[in-house]
């Protein structure tokens, strides 16, 4: 049984730095494409970053420069580094990881929340 638990995330003041966390049991993250999602309030889910099997990144428009997607494979976990954060990166952030490419399925963690108020 594949799951995701996301960890790090909490209330931190604006221009401030959070580190998630995503740790995967039950199979290896090499298998997947990984990604970081968030959800505002009465918003809809967006991706922020994604990274591939070979390390390549992509980035939401919204956090380029700011944010770094990075895995472990070692450790079976997925990061997101958040730096200079905003008011509006406020929401709950999801980690996902695809293996649709090798007909591995679909996977989501339970999602963490990161505030960002002073």
């Known amino acids: 049984q594949v799951q995701l638990v996301e960890s790090g995330g909490g209330l931190v003041q604006p221009g401030g730095s959070l580190r998630l966390s995503c740790v995967a049991s039950g199979t290896s993250v090499s298998f997947y494409v990984m990604a970081w999602y968030r959800q505002a309030p009465g918003k809809q889910r967006e991706l922020v970053a994604t990274i591939g099997r070979a390390g390549t990144t992509n980035y939401a428009d919204s956090v380029k420069g700011r944010f770094t997607i990075s895995r472990e494979n070692a450790k079976n976990t997925v990061y997101l580094q958040m730096n200079s954060l905003k008011d509006e990166d406020t929401a709950v952030y999801y980690c996902?990881?695809?293996?649709?490419?090798?007909?591995?399925?679909?996977?989501w963690g339970q999602g963490t929340q990161v505030t960002v108020s002073s």
């Open positions: 996902n990881a695809d293996g649709t490419q090798l007909a591995l399925g679909d996977y």
